[in-house]
Every structure is written in structure tokens, then in C-alpha cells.
């Protein structure tokens, strides 16, 4: 008997370490191959959206202690669905543009740029990219370095959706400030 059990709990560490292997295995080439074919379609999505023909409405928003001079500009297909939103403002000594692209009425990649520093100092730049299929990040890059995902990149999925929202109700400051 105490030979039995003993077999019993050496097949079933081999079957566990098989079955373990066999899953990481899978879960480690298999969508790092899905992710970059991903990557790659957002990138020629974002190559089709900037060189499309696209019409544009702008519109102007401001709110004390966060956005001074703040635009919102509305790029359309040809099938007037939005296709790219650009927003845009300032507050003290800082800037800011974020690129937002949507294909099929779905986010897919944004690009925010950041300039700013004491009025004294030097000027620092930033610039994050989020790539994102079926509303998860696939990638999130702060400048040219690949970073874990965090919270700058769950706040772009949730801005671009209301900036779409917001194409209605025309309350970008409540918005984006709110």
C-alpha cells in the first residue's frame, strides 16, 4: 500500500510539472506573437488614420487650477465616425497633447506628449504611448522604453471613451477635470 500511494504521488507530480510547463509555454510565446501582430495592425491603423482624408471640428474649453487654453479637436472618416481625438492644453508652466485613434468605434492606441519645468529650470519632456486591443493594453512605452501597464494607461482607455461621450454633451471640462 505505501508503495501505491507513492507511485500515485510521483504521476502525479510528472503529470502537475507537464501540464505546467505545457502551459507556460503557451502563455509566454504564444501572445508575445499576438501582441506584436497586434502592435503592428495598430501601428498601420494609426499610418491609415493620419493620412486619410478627415474632417476636423474644434472646440475650446477652460477650468480654473486644471486647464488653461484647452482644445478638444475631432477628426472624422469618411464615414463621419471619429476616428482620432486630439486634446490639448496648458496649466502654470506645463503643456500638454494627447492623440487619441479609434478604429471601428474602438480605442486603440493613444500618444501623450508632456512639456513643462519651473519657470527657472530647465524644460522636461515625456511621451507615453498605450497600445490597446479589446480594451486591454497590450503595451504602454514612456518615451522610447517599454514600462509595465499602470495607471497612466487605464486613465487613457477611460479618457478616450468619455472624450467620445463628450462629443455630445460638449462638457469637456467635466470631463477631463471632473
Known amino acids: 500500500m505505501n508503495v501505491f500511494i507513492r507511485l500515485q504521488l ?7 510539472i507537464t501540464a505546467a510547463n505545457t502551459y507556460a ?21 494609426y499610418k491609415n488614420i493620419n493620412t486619410a482624408p478627415l474632417t ?3 472646440f475650446k ?13 475631432y477628426f472624422f472618416n469618411e464615414k463621419k ?5 486630439v486634446e490639448s492644453g496648458s496649466i502654470g508652466d506645463g503643456s500638454w497633447s494627447r492623440e487619441f485613434y479609434f ?11 508632456l512639456v513643462g519645468g519651473p519657470a527657472d529650470g530647465p524644460e ?20 522610447k522604453h517599454i514600462a509595465p501597464a499602470g495607471e497612466k494607461s487605464a486613465d487613457a482607455v ?19 477635470c471632473g
Open 124 to 143: 522636461t519632456k515625456s511621451e507615453y504611448r498605450t497600445y490597446v486591443k479589446d480594451n486591454q493594453v497590450l503595451r504602454f512605452m514612456e518615451d
Open 25 to 45: 509555454s503557451k502563455g509566454t510565446v504564444q501572445p508575445t506573437m499576438d501582441t506584436s501582430a497586434a502592435i503592428t495592425t495598430i501601428r498601420t491603423a
Open 158 to 176: 477611460k479618457v478616450s471613451y468619455k472624450l467620445i461621450k463628450a462629443y455630445t454633451t460638449k462638457k469637456f471640462a467635466e470631463v477631463l
Open 61 to 73: 474649453y477652460e477650468s480654473d487650477g486644471c486647464v488653461e487654453d484647452g482644445v478638444v479637436r
Open 103 to 113: 478604429q471601428s468605434g474602438k480605442f486603440i492606441f493613444c500618444y501623450e506628449s
Open 56 to 58: 476636423t471640428e474644434v
Open 81 to 85: 465616425e471619429i476616428v482620432k481625438i
Open 10 to 16: 510521483i504521476l502525479s507530480i510528472v503529470v502537475c
